[in-house]
């Protein structure tokens, strides 16, 4: 294999091929009506962080989705493991994407299809860079399919991430439908008010993050819903997520949290321990 | 050019190429996050009904996406024109679809990105059968850019549309996240309560559909406020969008509705007249 560094080569269907030669065909659902589901991981330059919590996420959405999961888990780290070689020891990111598959034109699922995987390879180091958050009017819609799983319909998060850069911030804050707080645009939020540590509900518009669940699992942090008003008067506030890790949050609109970083630190630390 | 029948050719940026040699570049985020527009008009046998509403409404979709429209109305009603004529005199639907094209990693928008376009032909018949309608538990994210336009992020309408066929129907009525009713899966509904024909706001999650904003523009039509109990008391309804016309529903959640085909007959005239 010619080495020709991070984002030369993907994986495609049970292959590892040159980028220049993988393409997706136009009939895919995944393009046509953003059918589908993908995974984004950490190569740390060992191994994929958390593959089998990524692994346990995808088969359960897949499954609510009713697309049928072509590779097994262990299918699918062997390929992943061989695409991010090309990384060497650095870290990087690996996107997976799933779609159901090619069809004929309207919603309907085709009779037969055969669901298309494929993973890519980016370069990609963490920050700890504290980051700047403003609420945006773009609203995670409560308890659909695109708010419950990481599926490619993300155009609702695209213009969120947009608004809020408009406005001067990092990252947005995006509310539930049903006004509370539910996430970033691509990362959940956790709160920390008064000594306790609290991250949107899955109800209220939240993806079930991987670091999310794990903080969960670890007793670090508690599943709540939390109104604006409990934003507002939160005493300090990170961002999670499976590449990022834990990321303080700077500002939340305009109002500085001046112990995010001390908390970043103490739940990275308690989470390692874990 | 040889004659392969309908689907046999795409129109991609600009030209007319063979359906097998026309991909989706992996990295366009069109595919990546269904960060991308599109519209679906029908090919009359002689010309695409309301070509310029399609047109207008993309690139009034367009311009609040912030992606900058590659051709011009002109250019795209020339290529279209030359696409439809492998489906001779018979309707077929043309679909276009326009993505923010190309992208690394991440949600934000690229520095530089050059938009893509492609156009499709596939084969369509317009029915007039009456349908069936369920109300879906799956909501139009009221406001939000993915109710607003015709966006590739679409999981929701498809996963609406499965729920609905699951239980027996044929389309799904979606309400809006304010609980109000917004469209089926794929069309804007029309309903008759006490001898007014109403359709609901924009604002409830409904899409502005082209037949829609003609019924409403004519006259027969006024946009309202359509609650659950005012679609439990309805007469009559029809579905409308570009391809279908003006469709009759036979039921919705059962409760049979005899005067909808006399409806559907009477808009169809009055809005060929109009």
Known sequence: MTAC???????????????????????????????????????????????????????????????????????????????????????????L????????????????????????????????????????????????????????????????LNQARSLGADDAIMLGTNANVACSSGANIVIVLNGRALTPNVEDGALPGIVRGRLIAAGLVDAACITTHMLAACQAAVLTNALVGIRPVAAINARFLDSSLAVATELNNALALS
Chains 1, 2 share one sequence.
């Open 97 to 160: 994407t799933l779609t159901r598959g090619t069809g004929p034109r309207g919603l309907a699922f085709p009779p037969q299809t055969v669901p298309h995987m494929l993973a890519t390879l980016a370069p990609y180091a963490p920050s700890s860079t504290p980051l700047r958050l403003k609420t945006v009017t773009i609203a995670r819609n409560c308890g659909a399919p695109s708010a419950r799983f990481k599926t490619l319909s993300y155009v609702d998060n695209v213009m969120a």
């Open 5 to 95: 560094g991070v984002g030369s080569k993907v994986w495609m269907d049970g292959h590892i091929c040159d980028v220049g030669q993988a393409h997706i065909d136009m009939s895919d659902r995944g393009f046509t009506l953003g059918d589908g589901l993908f995974e984004t991981m950490l190569w740390t330059g060992k191994h994929i962080r958390y593959f089998d919590d990524h692994m346990a996420r995808l088969a359960r959405a897949a499954s609510e989705l009713a697309i049928a999961l072509p590779w097994s888990a262990h299918e699918l780290r062997d390929g992943l493991n061989t695409l991010a070689q090309d990384a060497g020891g650095q870290t990087a990111a690996i996107r």
